[in-house]
């Protein structure tokens, strides 16, 4: 029964993140904790789940050729070492997870609320962006988009393998404030792109940690995969404004939860 009820919960969040666009992270390891298993089994497991299911999407993205290669090499070079270096310190300075589940469960809280503030303002923040596109010339420098680009890869790779949360509509809102001249698609080719590996590697960290339930995950994914392609139909008939409000609100009262509780 319990098999049953985690295939269930892989449908209704994979359908949810074709319907809305919103990363898994922010469903599924909320809905994890509902279910009762602990924080670093629940972030564990959800990052290599969102490592196998974004890994299609950017395979399409990048038969379209909608990703900036080298914006996701830089990146990755700041996330990835990122990841393992928190993994490492997880590993090596706290030992038991019962030790460290509080920090992952603040962390989740933390980008849970900054997650909803970007579905929320999303829209909002892509108007102010094109007009000052139009209104100025000011263009940030090559050379501080690549600092300020590693320097998110760099916080990404932390924030994402204590709490799974963020490698997807986070990564996109910054992306969107840095490179204002890309266009959306390569945006979110982009970031996902990147957060392939990313999840990976530190869905492959918190393996090592002891912190993946391998029957759960291929539950998981049994029902999550048909379920995002039927919700991406879906999603199609359903205006943003309102689903995203009501998202966001969920989002906002869990993080809250988690980060000040």
Known sequence: MDILLYILAGAVVGLAVGITGVGGGSL??????????????????????ASITKAGGAIAHHKQRTIRWRLMGIMAAGSLPAAGVTVFLLHNYFGDPET??????TSLGFMLILTS???????????????????????ISTRKQDVLTFAMGVSLGVLVTLSSVGA?????????????????????GTDLAHAVPLTLIAGLGHMFL???????????????L???????????????KVLHPILASVLMLIGAKYAFF
Do not use: C
Request: hydrophobic share 50%; net charge neutral.
């Open 28 to 49: 599924m390891t909320p809905l994890l904790l509902l279910f009762g298993f602990p924080p670093h089994v629940a972030v564990g497991t959800d990052l290599m789940y």
């Open 210 to 224: 002891g912190n993946v339930d391998f029957l759960l995950l291929g539950s998981l994914l049994i029902g999550s």
């Open 100 to 105: 460290y589940n509080h920090l992952l469960t």
């Open 117 to 139: 503030g970007v579905i929320l303002f999303k829209s909002r923040l892509r108007q102010n962006i094109a007009q000052e596109i139009v209104s100025t010339q000011d263009i």
């Open 168 to 188: 997807g509509a986070i990564a996109a809102a910054v992306l969107m404030i840095l490179y204002p001249k890309l266009a959306s698609i390569k945006i979110v």
């Open 226 to 240: 048909p379920a995002i392609t039927l919700g991406t139909k879906l999603g199609a008939n359903i205006p943003d």
